[in-house]
């Protein structure tokens, strides 16, 4: 009569006891005493750099987690100060409450190896006391991004360092737009805040903050630039699709978006979307002059077993070799200039008709503003980015547009 | 039964008469909202299956195309898909098991058991419901990084295997759904405590242990921050990590690999939901008649 019970009660018992066996064999990751583990996100290093990292360090003890959304479980982590890794690629200034818990590199051989980075990606990693909190990776120098086709049917100039010339200003880009859209129909923004209002900041060097660290949301180029943007996307000539939103790579495969001003890496968005258009895109200087945005960086913990180790690891990782390999593999476009000179980084760019992409992005990348960033830059931009779109998209008065939101945010962020 | 009877004859009927215009607006309603609520699966067949380049291409692809492979493969490529989908099957399959028999049981002696305590001990359980699981996320990962279960499946498994919801959803099946009678009854033949909980409540409980297992095998399987959180190692991930994993560093998406990866998840579900969809419909008319 119990026999089905016990069954039930031996086999439930199995099963947790199953689980557990399972649970506790699988747990190989966990950060032992004197193992340097790193947290990536995917695509943020470069593959060669991961693949080749154990054979250069035989000696240490390492364990790469590439884990999605790392701010998130690095977060965790500090807050409880458990399972802290060594290395994490990740958003050092939104943990501008916990600077404390990240390693000064300059302290541990990074002064000496600084030099083969851009001197103000450099600088844009240091906090306020001038600790070094994080190590460059990449940058997304900004282009302007055309099909010299439809170029050449409007009458323009279609070489690069011709159009480079003729979009100099955002005033002669403004007149550009207007006769691409007139001959094709075609659109040369994207959106306005991703073409237009973020290249005009950083131009600037502007990201919401005074060099003294305090938010300075309503200066005059913060008003001006938000309210040109929005005027010109309401002057019907974006095409209001932001990037990484499927209607941009409808747009670039339907030949509606022939033109954009962005960083670097969106590019291989339109290799994706857009594969029948190889040979038509071309990439120039972007109007206004040289500017970046400043990509990402990777940070070493103290709850490090050896500091010193690690930073010799993350230093290693963002080498120029391995940088130059994170271009051709990966996308990222490194922020150390002597890869620029590499085989990988040389070479004619087929999706590019042939062209060097390199000989217009490496100048600007070297040319690029020094960018504070405080802990709310991103915020800010997100906020400021929004109502931009808000606005675009109801026709509302830029002037009404700006009092709004700049109320918004000087409240929140002070 | 009844109900399968009466269907059948008002289709008799229906076929004898006229087409009334009620029926055609009540269907095109009917198919309308239908096509709304399918057309995103059926989107995700044709993203699944096509070029990314298809895609985006005006006027867009409407059938779905025979890429479906080389997508895949990407997938396979990209990921530890293979190995997410057998560690999100077993954890699965495990919580869900773990879940209902513990959750049943707890259910039944809240129901049927009078011991000193019951009902406020019931009413502590269900307060924990009201608790929002954000607030409870960083003290729970500071207990299971204190236990050192960090990096294991244990934080996966032990909270999941019964819990608050379950419980409640169970005790008010068994309240409403085992008769006093019959488990008096059991005693009288001589079954114990186990007995009749197997053989009397367990049975009278069905359509609500459907549901439960279909809810818990929801949240497993869906479950991402979680995981994302306490998990330490590419070959523990779950699905949804792995899918994650497809997404590039600053969003760069490929979505008909993307796409793919996320069919093959989902079908578990569909299979599942396609086996139990009579036990469900059942217990979605039950409680209706009941409520």
Redesign the interface.
């Known amino acids: 009569?119990?026999k089905?019970?016990k069954l039930?009660?031996i086999s439930?018992v199995a099963?947790?006891g199953?689980?557990?066996l399972?649970?506790?064999s699988?747990?190989?990751?966990?950060?032992g005493s004197d193992t340097i583990s790193i947290w990536y996100?995917?695509?943020?290093l470069p593959t060669a750099a991961i693949n080749g990292v154990k054979k250069e360090f035989p000696d240490a003890k390492i364990s790469l987690?590439?884990?999605?959304?790392v701010d998130?479980?690095l977060a965790?982590a500090l807050?409880?100060g458990?399972?802290i890794p060594s290395i994490a690629v990740t958003n050092v200034f939104t943990f501008s409450n916990a600077l404390d818990k990240f390693v000064d590199v300059n302290k541990y051989g990074f002064k000496k190896d600084a030099d083969q980075y851009l001197p103000w990606k450099v600088k844009t990693l240091q906090s306020k006391s001038g600790q070094q909190v994080a190590i460059p990776i990449d940058i997304?120098p900004i282009g302007f991004y055309y099909r010299s086709d439809v170029f050449q049917a409007a009458g323009l100039p279609t070489d690069p360092a011709d159009v480079g010339k003729l979009v100099s200003t955002w005033d002669s880009y403004r007149q550009t737009a207007e006769k691409i859209k007139a001959s094709s129909g075609g659109f040369i923004c994207d959106a306005a805040d991703a073409s237009l209002y973020r290249a005009q900041r950083f131009q600037q060097g502007y990201y919401y903050y005074t060099d003294a660290g305090k938010v300075d949301a309503g200066t005059a180029l913060s008003k001006s630039t938000f309210t040109d943007s929005i005027q010109f996307a309401e002057d019907g000539l974006c095409l209001n699709a932001e990037?990484?939103a499927?209607d941009w790579?409808?747009g670039?495969?339907?030949n509606k978006l022939v033109g954009w001003v962005g960083p670097a890496?969106?590019a291989?968005?339109m290799k994706?979307?857009?594969?029948?258009e190889s040979g038509k895109w071309r990439v120039a200087t972007p109007p206004g002059g040289p500017a970046s945005t400043t990509g990402?960086s990777l940070s070493v913990l103290k709850a490090t077993p050896d500091a010193a180790l690690a930073t010799k690891i993350a230093e290693w990782l963002t080498n120029p070799t391995n940088m130059a390999a994170g271009y051709a593999q990966?996308?990222?476009f490194p922020s150390t200039p002597d890869s620029f000179t590499s085989p990988a980084m040389a070479k004619p760019d087929e999706y590019f008709g042939g062209q060097v992409t390199t000989d217009v992005l490496g100048p600007i990348a070297k040319q690029t503003p020094y960018i504070f960033i405080g802990p709310s830059s991103t915020n800010i931009e997100a906020a400021f980015s929004n109502a931009i779109t808000n606005a675009v998209a109801k026709k509302t008065n830029p002037e009404a547009a700006w009092s709004k939101v700049l109320k918004q945010v000087q409240q929140q962020y002070k | 039964m009844t109900t399968n009877r009466i269907a059948e004859t008002n289709g008799r009927e229906t076929r004898r008469r006229r087409i009334k215009p009620g029926s055609v607006v009540t269907h095109t309603i009917l198919i309308i909202a239908v096509a709304v609520f399918a057309f995103p699966f059926y989107w995700l067949v044709v993203m699944a299956t096509s070029?990314?380049?298809d895609?985006?291409?005006?006027p867009?692809r409407l059938i779905p195309g025979a890429e479906f492979f080389a997508n895949f493969s990407k997938v396979l490529h990209g990921t530890t898909f293979g190995r997410a989908f057998l560690n999100s099957l077993?954890l699965t399959v495990?919580t869900v098991?773990?879940q209902l028999?513990l959750s049943s049981l707890a259910g039944y002696v809240f129901a049927k058991r009078r011991f000193p305590g019951r009902d406020r001990l019931f009413g502590i359980l269900l307060f924990t419901l009201v608790l929002p699981t954000g607030v409870a996320?960083?003290p729970t990962?500071?207990i299971y990084?204190?236990l050192g279960?960090?990096?294991?499946?244990?934080p996966l498994?032990v909270p999941s295997?019964v819990t608050a919801f379950g419980v409640f959803w169970l005790r008010q099946a068994a309240e409403s759904g085992v008769p006093d009678e019959v488990v008096q009854a059991a005693a009288i033949d001589g079954a114990?405590f186990?007995?009749t909980y197997?053989s009397v409540a367990l049975p009278s409980m069905r359509p609500a242990l459907v549901a439960l297992g279909i809810f818990q095998t929801m949240w497993t399987w869906n479950d991402y921050?979680w995981p994302?959180?306490v998990l330490?190692?590419?070959?523990?991930y779950t699905l949804p990590?792995a899918i994650?994993?497809?997404?590039?560093?600053?969003?760069?998406?490929?979505?008909s690999t993307v796409m793919s990866g996320t069919l093959v998840a989902t079908l578990p579900l569909v299979i599942l939901f396609l086996i139990v969809r009579r036990t469900v419909f059942e217990n979605l008319a039950g409680s209706a008649v009941k409520g």
């Open positions: 009569m119990h089905r019970w039930l009660a439930a099963a947790l199953a689980g557990l399972a649970g506790c699988s747990g190989g990751s966990g950060s996100r995917p695509g943020s987690l590439k884990t999605p959304d998130t479980k965790a807050r409880t458990q399972n997304g990037p990484y499927t790579n409808a670039v495969a339907q890496y969106q291989g968005l994706t979307a857009a594969p029948n990402s990966d996308s990222l | 070029h990314t380049g895609i985006f291409a005006f867009p077993w495990l098991a773990l028999f996320l960083i990962y500071q990084a204190s279960w960090l990096n294991t499946y244990l498994i295997a114990g186990f007995r197997w921050l994302l959180l330490g190692n590419p070959n523990q990590l994650q994993e497809l997404n590039g560093n600053y969003g760069t998406t490929d979505y």
